[in-house]
């Protein structure tokens, strides 16, 4: 009942008040991402949605518009060197995803689910195919980014099994245990990657092969 009615309700009422209360806040980033570089304030990019239909993804603008379009973050060789300054605030506080609201609100992503990926992301789509993943819609933030976030980037298995054990029991408590461990790595700072260097989590730095097993569990 909760997955296929008041899911979508929640969905839809804390994103309309959302846009409400962000309005303003909205108004000056976009401000500040058009001073700070050439370029509009907003970003869209062709995203895969719930049963693999495409949709067209809101985020501010944190790169150069001489940037990689359609490339995933952690493929780029020189990721630093295409974001602009302001940019760099927005994706460490995740500030840069605030758009995506109205992608909720249109019923195009969920407040909670898997992330959504782009249309040439064609391994991680078959991953997520074969767990049921594609069936449901994409998130702001889901099971997988509070399992690992940017340190799972390049591991399509793992994110579409967790994206997999999402889908198949999709429940108010455990939306509510993601929604809040969403909000603390982002005040830690956890977990973020940017280019296919290092991988950083709570200070340290670890090349991605070397990545320890308990590195992608979250303390609870």
Request: aromatic share 10%.
């Amino acid at each position: 009942m909760y997955s296929h009615f008041f899911k979508r309700i929640f969905d839809v009422v804390l994103s309309f008040f959302a846009i409400i209360v962000f309005a303003l806040p909205m108004g000056v980033i976009a401000l500040a991402v058009r001073c700070d570089s050439k370029g509009p304030a907003l970003f869209r990019q062709k995203r895969v949605g719930r049963k693999k239909k495409p949709f067209t993804l809101l985020k501010f603008r944190t790169m150069r518009t001489d940037a990689p379009h359609d490339a995933p973050t952690h493929e780029l060789k020189d990721a630093e060197h295409c974001i602009t300054k302001v940019g760099r605030f927005l994706r460490k506080t995740s500030l840069d995803e605030i758009p995506q609201i109205f992608n909720i609100f249109a019923g195009q992503m969920s407040i909670i689910g898997p992330r959504p990926v782009l249309l040439n992301q064609t391994e991680l789509i078959d991953e997520r195919e074969k767990c049921g993943a594609n069936d449901i819609r994409p998130g702001l933030t889901g099971w997988a980014q509070v399992n690992g976030r940017d340190i799972l980037a390049s591991n399509d298995m793992d994110k579409a099994r967790y994206d997999g054990e999402y889908a198949r029991k999709i429940t108010f408590a455990k939306d509510f245990k993601i929604f809040f461990k969403t909000v603390g790595q982002v005040f830690r700072g956890a977990d973020i990657v940017e280019g296919d260097s290092v991988t950083k989590r709570g200070g340290r730095i670890l090349l991605p092969s070397k990545i320890p097993i308990y590195a992608l569990l979250i303390s609870p």
